[in-house]
Protein backbone atom coordinates (compact mmCIF):
# COMPACT_ATOMS: atom_id res chain seq x y z
CA UNK A 1 0.00 0.00 0.00
CA UNK A 2 1.62 3.40 -0.27
CA UNK A 3 1.76 6.23 1.86
CA UNK A 4 -0.86 8.42 0.20
CA UNK A 5 -3.27 5.06 0.47
CA UNK A 6 -2.25 4.70 4.26
CA UNK A 7 -2.96 8.23 4.86
CA UNK A 8 -6.23 8.33 2.98
CA UNK A 9 -7.38 5.29 4.62
CA UNK A 10 -6.33 6.41 8.62
CA UNK A 11 -7.98 9.74 7.65
CA UNK A 12 -11.36 7.96 6.71
CA UNK A 13 -10.59 5.62 9.69
CA UNK A 14 -9.73 8.20 12.48
CA UNK A 15 -12.79 10.17 14.77
CA UNK A 16 -13.94 13.48 13.54
CA UNK A 17 -12.75 15.65 16.34
CA UNK A 18 -9.88 14.60 18.96
CA UNK A 19 -10.57 16.56 22.08
CA UNK A 20 -7.59 15.18 23.42
CA UNK A 21 -5.08 16.33 20.34
CA UNK A 22 -7.10 19.45 20.48
CA UNK A 23 -6.30 20.05 24.26
CA UNK A 24 -2.37 19.36 23.62
CA UNK A 25 -2.27 22.10 20.63
CA UNK A 26 -3.90 24.35 22.52
CA UNK A 27 -1.54 23.76 25.54
CA UNK A 28 1.45 24.20 23.21
CA UNK A 29 0.47 27.27 21.63
CA UNK A 30 -1.09 29.07 25.26
CA UNK A 31 2.91 28.34 26.57
CA UNK A 32 4.65 29.28 22.85
CA UNK A 33 2.38 32.21 21.69
CA UNK A 34 3.95 33.51 18.63
CA UNK A 35 6.65 30.44 18.56
CA UNK A 36 4.20 28.27 16.92
CA UNK A 37 4.19 28.93 13.30
CA UNK A 38 2.50 26.16 11.76
CA UNK A 39 0.28 23.01 13.04
CA UNK A 40 -1.47 20.05 11.56
CA UNK A 41 -3.35 18.23 13.44
CA UNK A 42 -4.99 14.18 11.88
CA UNK A 43 -7.78 13.60 14.66
CA UNK A 44 -7.29 9.88 15.75
CA UNK A 45 -3.63 9.51 14.18
CA UNK A 46 -0.84 12.85 15.20
CA UNK A 47 -0.48 16.09 15.91
CA UNK A 48 2.78 18.09 14.43
CA UNK A 49 3.62 21.71 15.40
CA UNK A 50 6.27 23.63 13.60
CA UNK A 51 8.09 26.22 16.13
CA UNK A 52 10.71 29.26 15.29
CA UNK A 53 14.13 28.06 15.74
CA UNK A 54 15.13 30.38 18.76
CA UNK A 55 12.15 28.74 20.87
CA UNK A 56 13.11 25.40 19.73
CA UNK A 57 14.78 24.80 22.87
CA UNK A 58 12.17 26.05 25.10
CA UNK A 59 9.65 24.13 23.36
CA UNK A 60 11.06 21.00 24.60
CA UNK A 61 11.30 22.43 28.12
CA UNK A 62 7.32 23.38 27.96
CA UNK A 63 6.55 20.11 26.74
CA UNK A 64 8.71 18.24 29.23
CA UNK A 65 7.04 20.39 32.14
CA UNK A 66 3.45 19.58 30.48
CA UNK A 67 4.12 15.56 30.86
CA UNK A 68 5.86 14.59 27.83
CA UNK A 69 8.55 13.00 29.40
CA UNK A 70 9.29 10.49 26.82
CA UNK A 71 11.86 11.71 24.28
CA UNK A 72 11.05 8.92 20.73
CA UNK A 73 13.77 10.64 18.22
CA UNK A 74 15.59 13.54 16.83
CA UNK A 75 16.75 13.98 13.22
CA UNK A 76 16.55 16.00 9.83
CA UNK A 77 15.37 16.34 7.08
CA UNK A 78 16.97 17.56 3.74
CA UNK A 79 14.04 18.86 1.56
CA UNK A 80 15.98 19.95 -1.35
CA UNK A 81 16.36 17.40 -5.07
CA UNK A 82 19.21 15.20 -5.05
CA UNK A 83 20.79 17.22 -8.11
CA UNK A 84 21.97 12.75 -8.82
CA UNK A 85 18.11 11.98 -9.43
CA UNK A 86 16.79 8.65 -8.07
CA UNK A 87 18.82 6.14 -7.72
CA UNK A 88 15.72 3.79 -8.04
CA UNK A 89 15.31 4.70 -12.11
CA UNK A 90 16.61 2.92 -14.51
CA UNK A 91 18.56 5.98 -16.19
CA UNK A 92 18.21 8.81 -13.30
CA UNK A 93 18.03 12.29 -14.66
CA UNK A 94 19.78 15.58 -12.65
CA UNK A 95 17.67 18.21 -11.31
CA UNK A 96 18.50 21.19 -10.58
CA UNK A 97 17.76 22.78 -7.06
CA UNK A 98 15.99 25.69 -6.55
CA UNK A 99 17.88 28.97 -6.13
CA UNK A 100 15.02 29.98 -2.99
CA UNK A 101 15.50 27.05 -0.45
CA UNK A 102 11.39 28.65 0.65
CA UNK A 103 10.61 27.26 -3.09
CA UNK A 104 11.33 23.56 -2.02
CA UNK A 105 8.28 21.37 -1.14
CA UNK A 106 8.15 21.09 2.49
CA UNK A 107 6.71 18.19 4.80
CA UNK A 108 3.53 18.57 7.10
CA UNK A 109 3.34 22.06 8.01
CA UNK A 110 5.43 23.24 5.50
CA UNK A 111 9.03 25.29 6.33
CA UNK A 112 11.33 28.06 4.63
CA UNK A 113 14.40 26.19 4.42
CA UNK A 114 16.29 23.53 2.94
CA UNK A 115 16.96 21.52 6.51
CA UNK A 116 14.46 21.74 9.16
CA UNK A 117 15.16 19.07 12.51
CA UNK A 118 12.43 16.51 13.52
CA UNK A 119 11.69 15.33 16.88
CA UNK A 120 8.75 13.35 18.56
CA UNK A 121 8.03 13.59 22.36
CA UNK A 122 5.19 11.07 24.06
CA UNK A 123 3.34 11.88 27.27
CA UNK A 124 3.00 8.10 29.08
CA UNK A 125 0.02 9.80 31.17
CA UNK A 126 -2.21 11.29 28.49
CA UNK A 127 -0.76 8.50 25.89
CA UNK A 128 -0.40 10.69 23.21
CA UNK A 129 2.67 11.94 21.27
CA UNK A 130 3.66 15.17 19.83
CA UNK A 131 6.09 15.58 16.25
CA UNK A 132 7.81 19.08 16.66
CA UNK A 133 9.62 20.31 13.60
CA UNK A 134 11.81 23.58 13.68
CA UNK A 135 13.33 25.24 9.99
CA UNK A 136 17.27 24.94 10.66
CA UNK A 137 18.65 28.63 9.25
CA UNK A 138 20.52 28.49 5.86
CA UNK A 139 23.07 30.27 6.98
CA UNK A 140 23.92 29.18 9.95
CA UNK A 141 22.75 25.66 10.32
CA UNK A 142 22.69 25.75 13.93
CA UNK A 143 20.07 25.21 16.29
CA UNK A 144 19.58 24.59 20.20
CA UNK A 145 19.95 21.59 21.89
CA UNK A 146 17.88 19.75 23.77
CA UNK A 147 20.38 17.83 25.92
CA UNK A 148 19.56 20.00 29.07
CA UNK A 149 15.97 18.66 28.97
CA UNK A 150 15.92 15.10 27.10
CA UNK A 151 19.12 13.45 27.79
CA UNK A 152 18.10 10.83 25.49
CA UNK A 153 18.95 13.45 22.52
CA UNK A 154 22.40 13.38 22.86
CA UNK A 155 23.50 10.80 20.25
CA UNK A 156 20.36 11.69 18.47
CA UNK A 157 21.95 15.16 17.80
CA UNK A 158 25.16 13.74 17.24
CA UNK A 159 24.05 11.57 14.51
CA UNK A 160 22.49 14.71 12.86
CA UNK A 161 25.13 16.89 13.04
CA UNK A 162 27.37 13.96 11.41
CA UNK A 163 24.88 13.08 8.78
CA UNK A 164 23.47 16.50 7.70
CA UNK A 165 25.82 19.22 9.42
CA UNK A 166 23.48 20.76 11.61
CA UNK A 167 24.98 21.93 14.68
CA UNK A 168 22.83 21.91 18.02
CA UNK A 169 24.19 24.83 20.08
CA UNK A 170 24.46 23.96 24.06
CA UNK A 171 25.55 20.12 23.22
CA UNK A 172 28.16 19.37 25.66
CA UNK A 173 30.21 16.58 23.34
CA UNK A 174 29.20 17.20 19.44
CA UNK A 175 31.33 14.23 17.71
CA UNK A 176 31.39 11.71 15.13
CA UNK A 177 29.58 8.41 16.24
CA UNK A 178 29.80 6.61 12.65
CA UNK A 179 32.61 8.15 10.19
CA UNK A 180 36.25 8.63 10.67
CA UNK A 181 37.20 12.27 12.26
CA UNK A 182 38.85 13.13 8.63
CA UNK A 183 35.82 12.28 6.90
CA UNK A 184 34.85 14.93 4.60
CA UNK A 185 30.84 15.70 3.82
CA UNK A 186 27.22 15.13 5.55
CA UNK A 187 26.21 11.30 4.20
CA UNK A 188 22.59 12.20 5.02
CA UNK A 189 22.35 15.25 2.67
CA UNK A 190 20.77 14.40 -0.68
CA UNK A 191 23.87 16.10 -2.60
CA UNK A 192 26.48 13.89 -0.87
CA UNK A 193 27.19 11.38 -4.04
CA UNK A 194 26.27 7.58 -2.82
CA UNK A 195 29.23 6.15 -5.07
CA UNK A 196 27.36 2.54 -4.80
CA UNK A 197 24.30 3.66 -6.48
CA UNK A 198 26.64 4.85 -9.54
CA UNK A 199 28.24 2.12 -10.07
CA UNK A 200 26.07 -0.32 -9.97
CA UNK A 201 21.79 -0.44 -10.35
CA UNK A 202 19.85 -0.30 -7.56
CA UNK A 203 19.35 -3.95 -6.17
CA UNK A 204 14.97 -3.07 -6.43
CA UNK A 205 15.88 -2.71 -10.42
CA UNK A 206 17.60 -6.09 -10.71
CA UNK A 207 15.05 -8.13 -8.97
CA UNK A 208 11.34 -6.67 -9.60
CA UNK A 209 8.65 -9.01 -8.05
CA UNK A 210 5.30 -8.75 -10.02
CA UNK A 211 2.45 -6.73 -8.00
CA UNK A 212 -0.56 -8.61 -7.49
CA UNK A 213 -3.12 -9.60 -10.35
CA UNK A 214 0.09 -8.97 -12.71
CA UNK A 215 1.51 -12.40 -14.77
CA UNK A 216 5.12 -13.23 -13.81
CA UNK A 217 7.73 -13.10 -16.59
CA UNK A 218 8.45 -16.94 -17.15
CA UNK A 219 12.07 -17.91 -16.63
CA UNK A 220 14.01 -17.85 -19.43
CA UNK A 221 11.66 -15.40 -22.07
CA UNK A 222 13.34 -12.72 -24.19
CA UNK A 223 11.60 -9.45 -24.95
CA UNK A 224 10.33 -8.28 -28.75
CA UNK A 225 13.75 -6.37 -28.71
CA UNK A 226 15.83 -9.83 -28.01
CA UNK A 227 13.27 -11.80 -30.17
CA UNK A 228 13.75 -9.71 -33.18
CA UNK A 229 17.76 -9.36 -32.61
Not at 40 to 65: C, F, N, Q, T
Not at 136 to 152: E, H, I, Q
Not at 181 to 191: I, L
Amino acid sequence: MSSAETETTETEDAPAKDEARDEVLALIKARLGDAVVGEHLIPGVDLWVRVSVAEWGAAARHLSEAGFTFFDYLCAVDWSLSPWGKSEEAVATPVAMPADPKDLEHGTTGGETRFQVLARVYSPQRKIGVHLKCDVPDDSLTVPTWTDTYLGADWHERETWEMYGVRFAGHPNLRNLYLPGDFEGHPGRKDFPLLARHVKPWPGLVDVEAMPGEPEEEEGATTDGEAEA
